[in-house]
């Protein structure tokens, strides 16, 4: 029998875009607010301002300015003589302009005059495996049912009545300039321009914020196209500015878009994009409105949720349940069930990635591809110091590599860009990315000159983005991957970390000039500092890649000439400090926080999600970790939330990791000192549409916590398979199929009384070998045969081959 889908029920229409309800394809996102007004808030993932040549043109003017090697010699000079406040003014001639916004780009309202939810039904269902929102409507005494949702790069809505409707209305408004209507009998074109430079909200002082192009400006235009189609069984007028369909039982309304920017991204590196006609755009987005209206098997939508089911990803049901409807106010905003809250939640962050990324188009940005504010906080843009690669941390264990695949493109963008700013600012080899990106591969520091370095300067966000790429390597054993794709940026990124680190005269590795993102240590008068000190994460960025890039030599590339350089730079980097407090350390000497809450865990990542400390192998440096996280406390915002569980998962601190996700999954009331004020610390919590929030709205943290559950109940950093490293003593009993395993094996696995029942490995690469498994404090080795599985239990092991039509894939 086929389990039910999993739904997710709300008792109202949405009242703002907080209620309202996701859905997207990677490249249309629309937030489904329902009811009467039948608002959707539509995003297209390639509406950003700017333009292809920004991040150049900045480059050129800082280095006019005067900023490049020379005067970096000079910050190096001020730091090594302890003059802090001249080397950060230094410093801030480093800094770029800032990165451009991720914009909202039209509104669609398909208004039912007199509709309100059906007696006894909830007002929307959002149905997380079919990725279709659901409503149940009455009006006039009938009941109709309206189904939204994303397929092929359009916004759908399905409309089927028990009787003829008296009246749809169909409108089509944006926030940015509109240029023009193409009104036709059953559809509606709006030409549009998208701003060419954006500046965020937090520089006030840049007016007007939104600058468009001129008509004549003969570069990058900004040009953009939404268009809408009509299919019914009713008639159709327009005025021009809508459309009104009456006496329909059935409508099909489709809404496609077409950019610029599209052209651009699908060939960032040649020029094709530029010759693209306003036509031409205008009529890409008509034809495809057009062709899903022309497509009669889209009444209803079967090829939609075929394509909504083939999306591979693990399934969860910790608590032994998974599918049905919950209501979210009961069941999940203030429920009980820890099982069934981990289980939503862990599903949930599973759907918004699967709608937020695909291949072919952009990445996943701080808001997904969900944005409904044109000064959206912190441009909606990439954050490269946590908050992108949190976005895709789940990839890998979730076993969605497709899924992934963006951010590949993304950083292949970064670099390409990172290279002159290595070169020309620091006069270093490879390429380099600091803080902030956005679709147009920035690469430079932000902050405009008056950023504080404490945010604005960090040169490892590049590297960092690095070891995303390898953990995609890693989960699907892919050496072509590496070969073709991930090792070209690895080694850029390697070539610029052997020339930015200094050795001092006992021979020991430093990094000048270094931060701990957003953080600072206080001086001996209690003075705030982010310059002066090595940043312990910069070290184990560093370490990490040197030892990965080693590793991909051997594989792809054994005659590489880095070697040598790389062998002797890994020997002169120091290895991490505990203090006198028994911590790791954030800086290289052992100095006094100057905000003791930080929502940052730097030095951190050695144990997640590198791999350079764990319990086993490090277990002082572990401990010390564990006293780290101690000192920090509980909560803040969701995506520090997520990085705290998956570091306690991978401390083997199964009870303190569900405490935290308990804390992360409180409805959020807008009082961000609701446990008290700790400096460096603020508290988010759950929306009331289960985004997490900051405050305000990120992404992230709901992306981090499928990953950072899958911590607790699969590990494979270690070079073994870990099952259960990290069950809370309140999850008893559950299962979750195609979790993955590092060197692309998938296990089914499943549990009861809080011990293994049975866990089944499938060997994914079509090559037979043995793993290593560890369960219940036992290690034992394991032969997968090829494109085979096998059944273990606990206890007694015993590894049993499983029956041949098991494939690793969730049904």
């Given at each position: 029998?086929?389990?039910p ?60 300015a ?25 410093l ?7 990165t451009?916004?991720?914009?909202p ?60 409707l ?6 089509i ?7 023009a ?7 509606i ?15 006030a002082?840049?007016?007007?914020a ?27 007028d ?9 006496d ?14 599209e052209?651009w ?6 020029d ?19 062709a ?19 999306v ?76 992108t ?31 002159h ?25 932000v ?43 690895l ?23 270094s931060t701990?993102?957003?953080n ?10 982010a ?12 370490r ?9 030599i ?33 800086w290289?000497?052992d ?21 350079l400390?764990?319990?086993?192998r ?55 000192h609701?446990?008290?004020?700790v400096?460096g ?5 759950l929306l ?9 709205f ?8 499928p ?36 060197g ?19 060997e ?19 032969h ?28």
């Amino acid at each position: 029998m086929t389990e039910p889908t999993l739904q997710l029920s709300w008792a109202n229409p949405a009242r703002d875009w907080t209620e309202a309800l996701p859905i997207g394809d990677g490249r249309i996102g629309a937030m489904v607010f329902g009811g009467a007004s039948g608002h959707y808030q539509v995003n297209d993932s390639t509406v950003w301002s700017g333009t292809p040549d920004g991040p150049a043109l900045e480059l050129a003017r800082l280095v006019s300015a005067g900023a490049g090697p020379a005067r970096l010699a000079e910050v190096r000079s001020a730091l090594a003589a302890g003059r802090l406040d001249d080397a950060e003014a230094l410093l801030m001639t480093f800094e770029g302009d800032y990165t451009q916004e991720f914009l909202p780009f039209v509104d669609l309202e398909v208004g039912i005059p007199g509709a309100a939810p059906a007696a006894g039904e909830p007002a929307r269902v959002l149905d997380l495996d079919e990725a279709v929102v659901l409503e149940q409507l009455e009006v006039e005494g009938g009941r109709l049912r309206r189904r939204s949702w994303v397929s092929d790069h359009v916004l759908l809505v399905e409309i089927i009545g028990d009787a003829p409707l008296p009246e749809v209305t169909v409108a089509i408004s944006t926030p940015l300039r509109e240029l023009a209507r193409h009104a036709e009998p059953e559809s509606i074109t709006l030409d549009l321009s998208v701003p060419v430079d954006g500046a965020p909200l937090h520089e006030a002082s840049v007016i007007p914020a939104h600058r468009y192009a001129e008509p004549d400006a003969g570069s990058y235009d900004g040009f953009a196209t939404a268009a809408i189609a009509v299919r019914s069984d009713g008639t159709v007028d327009t005025d021009g500015s809508g459309l009104r369909i009456h006496d329909a039982r059935r409508l099909l309304i489709a809404l496609s878009t077409s950019t610029r920017a599209e052209s651009w991204w699908a060939d960032a590196a040649g020029d094709e994009w530029r010759t693209v006609s306003h036509e031409a755009i205008r009529d890409r987005a008509r034809d495809r409105a057009l062709a899903v209206i022309d497509d009669e098997t889209q009444l209803p939508c079967p090829g939609h949720v075929a394509a909504a089911r083939r999306v591979p990803a693990a399934r969860f049901a910790i608590g032994g349940r998974r599918g049905g409807r919950w209501d979210v106010d009961a069941d999940m905003l203030h429920g009980q069930d820890h099982g069934l809250r981990a289980t939503i939640a862990a599903e949930y962050g599973r759907y918004l990635l699967a709608s937020a990324s695909r291949r072919g188009g952009p990445a996943a940005n701080l808001q997904g591809i969900w944005n409904g504010d044109l000064r959206p906080a912190w441009s909606s843009n990439y954050t490269i110091n946590i908050n992108t690669q949190m976005n895709y941390w789940a990839t890998g264990p979730l076993g969605m590599p497709d899924n992934a695949e963006p951010l590949i493109s993304l950083v292949e963008r970064v670099a390409a860009t990172g290279r002159h700013v290595a070169r020309e600012l620091y006069g270093c080899r490879g390429w380099v990315a600091h803080h902030n990106t956005d679709l147009w591969g920035w690469s430079l520091a932000v902050g405009m000159g008056h950023g504080a370095p404490s945010w604005a300067i960090w040169m490892m966000g590049g590297v960092w983005l690095c070891h995303s790429l390898w953990d995609q390597v890693e989960y699907a054993g892919d050496d072509e991957l590496l070969r073709d794709r991930v090792w070209p940026l690895l080694r850029g990124a390697t070539e610029f970390c052997l020339d930015w680190m200094l050795v001092d005269e006992q021979g020991v590795g430093y990094f000048a000039p270094s931060t701990s993102p957003e953080n600072q240590y206080a001086d001996a008068d209690g003075r705030p500092h982010a310059l002066g000190l090595t940043a312990t994460m910069d070290v184990h960025l560093v370490r990490a890649l040197f030892q990965r890039a080693l590793a991909a030599i051997d594989r792809v590339e054994p005659d590489c000439p880095l070697r040598d350089e790389i062998d002797l730079a890994l020997a002169a980097l120091p290895t991490a400090a505990v203090g006198a407090d028994g911590r790791i350390r954030e800086w290289s000497a052992d100095v006094p926080d100057h905000e003791p809450g930080h929502r940052h865990l730097s030095p951190m990542i050695g144990l997640h999600p590198l791999d350079l400390i764990s319990p086993d192998r490090t277990p002082e440096i572990a401990d010390a970790a564990r006293r780290f996280l101690d000192a920090r406390g509980p909560g803040a915002m969701g995506w520090s939330w997520a990085w705290k569980i998956a570091l306690r998962a991978r401390l083997g601190d199964g009870d303190a990791a569900l405490d935290l996700l308990e804390e992360a999954l409180t409805p959020y009331d807008g009082d961000v000192h609701r446990h008290g004020p700790v400096d460096g610390s603020e508290w988010g919590g759950l929306l009331p549409n289960l985004f997490n929030t900051h405050p305000p709205f990120q992404i992230d943290g709901n992306l981090g916590f499928p990953a950072a559950i899958a911590e607790l109940l699969l590990q494979s950093h270690l070079g073994s398979i870990d099952l259960l490293p990290a069950l809370p003593t309140a999850w008893p009993e559950g299962r979750v199929d195609g979790l993955r395993a590092r060197g692309a094996v998938a296990v089914d696995l499943e549990w009861s009384q809080g011990r293994l029942h049975s866990a089944t490995l499938h060997e994914l690469l079509g090559t037979p070998r043995d793993v290593v498994v560890r369960s219940g404090g036992t290690r034992f080795d394991v032969h997968l045969p090829a494109g085979g599985s096998v059944v273990v239990t606990d206890p007694p092991h015993n590894p049993v081959p499983a029956p041949a039509t098991a494939s690793g894939q969730s049904q």
